[in-house]
Every structure is written in structure tokens, then in C-alpha cells.
């Protein structure tokens, strides 16, 4: 008889104590757990395209996506709610400190406190396509120097250089290392400037790089020329923009050069560069398919589903704005009946569309901010971790 009390204390203390787990673990989960609300952007969304394009824009930011919890931090709740727990997708824990911020400022939203949730392509918008955001998420060095891998010499770099350019309005400069194997350990580093090369006389203002995060994507990130971070890449050099739009180029790829520029003297030729890149995106492929994760890196147009959702948030439809503002279409077109509507180039599909930064102004709630655009230079970048 001592036995079994002996045994029913012991197993009344173990699920006491398994319970008082469970209840800290969940308090713990709900700091990293947010409820998004989303309604199909167009006729052929579905759940699936949905899903993989959370996939695509949380591995943007590292998260490796582990194939055992992923399905578990990305859940579909109800024909319109989402609910993401950024603890289960493999970020790291001094990532995961800044997702909580992010979260808890969504959370204390008016639009949070009227729904009980806010929209997905908004808190995406807000907590990976703005700069501030992205550098904190990706944790950018601060400074170029920093940046820099101590060990690259000049006589290890290979520099290409670009007369002309579809990305600048001047001459480029395009450096690796030569002597780095692993693409884990390559940086890629553009340099904008003034000056010219065939005079010798480029001066080098502006560093647009890229390197790989150890869940195979890339990372970009973009210094002044006195070496510290800036949100976009200025208008005045050319069209690099924001990092978010180096990701719509760059489709997680290195690139070769889409014109034809004269190979320069004391510079690497162009079969030299592309033979270079080829190798380099050899390694990258070679990398990801070595991985255990959500992301499936041979689809090459999941990357999409990513712009579409911040495109069609961005550029809402009177059907989104119902959705989301909790009105009929016929109302909301009343209500906007003094705004311009057009199409997207690139996908028509999403219909007549708005411009997200004037049918703000007219919201019936605020929520949490967002930039003014995605991929271009603008005013309106927020930054609600406090960086840089």
C-alpha cells in the first residue's frame, strides 16, 4: 500500500510539475505568437501558395525552417486567420528577442485590439521589408569594416569592372575574394562611385553587399561611404534600392552582367566574371540542397508568392479593403471614390488596384507601421527596434 501512495505522489508531482511547464511555455510562446488575418489577394490563392510564400519571406530574415516544427509555427486557424509562432521556425534566440518586440508592438495596435488580430501582409511588410527591420533580423554589422573578413588581402581579390550598368547610373565595381572555397565565407561587394576607370580616377562612395546566411539564403546589406549601414541604396548612384529589392532581382542568385560593357584593363574580363559566378552559384545550389528545410530552393518562382503578398498589400483592391477595413466593396468605393486605381505591370491579375500609402490616411484604425515602399528609397521606413 506504501508503494502505490509512493507511486501516486511521485505521479501526481511529475504532472504538476509537466503542467507548470506547459503553462510557462506557453506564456513564453505568446510573446513570439501573433494571429494574422488574410483573404484571398486574387482568384487562384490558395492556403498552399499562401504558406510558401511566409516560407519564402521568413527565410529572407535566416529562419532555417526545420521540416519537424515549421508546420506547427505557420498554422491556418480559420478560412482567414493565421497563426504564426516565430518560436518553432528556427530563428536564433537573439533573433527571436527581436520578433517578440515586433510582435508585442503589433499587439498593442488599435487594429489589434479591435480584431484580436492584424493583417498578414502588413506584419510580414512591417517586420521583414523594411530596412531598419531586416538589418536588425539578419544582424548586419554595423559598419563595412566590420563587415569585411579580416583575412582578404588585395592580392586575393578578383575585381570586375562595369562601364556600363542596368543597375547604375556611373561606373561599378564588382569584388570577391578568389581564394575563399566555402560560399558560407564568400562576400560579394559592389562599389558605386564617381570617376572613371578607364582614367583612373573611380573613387569608390557607396558598398552594396551580399553574402549567405547559414539557411542558404542571401543577405544584403548596404553601406555609405563612411562606412555605415543606410535603408536603400540612393537614386543618385541608381536603381539598387533597398535590400528588399535586391531580393526581387537577385532571386537568391548572383547575377551576371545584362549588358555589354568593355572589358577594362587591369580588371577582370567578362568570361572571367561569369566563369567566377557560375562557380560561386554552383556552391550556393550545391549548399541549400544539403539542408533539412521547408524551403524548397528548385522552385524558382516561389520567390513570387513573396512579392505578390507584399504587392497586394501594398497595392490593395477595393475587395482587400473590404476585407480588411470590415465594409462592403460598394462602400469602400464610395469611400474612395476620389482615388486613382491601376494595374500592376507584372501582374494584372490583382485587378484595379490602390496605393497603400493614400487609403492609409482614410483607415478607420492605425496599426503598425509600414515603409512608404517596399523596394525603393523613402522617408517612411520604421524602425520600432531602435537600430541604427
Known amino acids: 500500500m506504501k508503494k502505490v501512495i509512493c507511486f501516486l ?48 519571406s521568413f527565410s529572407q530574415v535566416g529562419a532555417t525552417l526545420p521540416k519537424k516544427t515549421t508546420a506547427r509555427g505557420i498554422e491556418k486557424v480559420t478560412d482567414t486567420l493565421w497563426r504564426i509562432d516565430v518560436s ?21 495596435t488599435q487594429e489589434y485590439h479591435l480584431y484580436g488580430s492584424i493583417m498578414l501582409n502588413r506584419f510580414v511588410i512591417c ?21 569585411l573578413h579580416p583575412s582578404v588581402n588585395a592580392s586575393s581579390k578578383a575585381e570586375y569592372a562595369v562601364e556600363i550598368s542596368s543597375v547604375s547610373k556611373g561606373e561599378r565595381l564588382i569584388r570577391m575574394d578568389t581564394t575563399v572555397e566555402a560560399i558560407t565565407a564568400q562576400q560579394f561587394i559592389a562599389v558605386e562611385g564617381s570617376g572613371h576607370f578607364s582614367q583612373g580616377n573611380f573613387k569608390e562612395e557607396l558598398f552594396e553587399l551580399i553574402d549567405m546566411m547559414p539557411n542558404g539564403q542571401l ?24 535590400p528588399a529589392k535586391c531580393m526581387w532581382c537577385h532571386e537568391s542568385y548572383l547575377l551576371d552582367n545584362f549588358m555589354s560593357t568593355p572589358n577594362i584593363k587591369g ?4 568570361e572571367q566574371f561569369v566563369s567566377l559566378n557560375k562557380r560561386n552559384n554552383d556552391k550556393l545550389i550545391k549548399y541549400r540542397k544539403q539542408l533539412s528545410t521547408e524551403i524548397n530552393y528548385e522552385n524558382k518562382k516561389d ?25 462592403s466593396i460598394e462602400e469602400i468605393r464610395r469611400h474612395l471614390a476620389k482615388l486613382r486605381t491601376h494595374q500592376h505591370h507584372e501582374f494584372p491579375f490583382l485587378g484595379q488596384l490602390y496605393d497603400r500609402h493614400e487609403v492609409d490616411k482614410l483607415a478607420p484604425h492605425k496599426s503598425v507601421p509600414i515603409p512608404k515602399s517596399i523596394r525603393e528609397p523613402n522617408d517612411d521606413e520604421p ?3 531602435g537600430a541604427n
Open 9 to 56: 505522489a511521485v505521479l501526481i508531482t511529475f504532472v504538476a510539475a509537466f503542467q507548470l511547464f506547459r503553462q510557462k511555455e506557453g506564456v513564453e510562446n505568446e510573446s513570439y505568437t501573433i494571429n494574422l488575418r488574410h483573404n484571398k489577394s486574387y482568384h487562384d490563392e490558395t492556403d498552399e501558395l499562401i504558406y510558401k510564400g511566409l516560407l519564402w
Open 88 to 108: 518553432k521556425l528556427g530563428f536564433r534566440p537573439v533573433v527571436l528577442e527581436k520578433w517578440r518586440r515586433i510582435i508585442a508592438a503589433a499587439k498593442n
Open 127 to 147: 517586420s521583414i521589408y523594411a530596412s531598419n527591420h531586416y538589418y536588425e533580423m539578419v544582424q548586419a554589422p554595423k559598419t563595412y569594416s566590420e563587415f
Open 219 to 242: 543577405r544584403y546589406l548596404i553601406y555609405s561611404h563612411n562606412g555605415r549601414l543606410v535603408n536603400a541604396s540612393p537614386n543618385s548612384y541608381g536603381d539598387a534600392g533597398k
Open 267 to 270: 580588371y577582370l574580363n567578362y
Open 303 to 327: 520567390h513570387e508568392l513573396a512579392e505578390i503578398m507584399y504587392i497586394s498589400y501594398m497595392e490593395p483592391s477595393a475587395e482587400t479593403l473590404a476585407f480588411e477595413w470590415h465594409l
Open 383 to 385: 524602425n520600432l527596434l
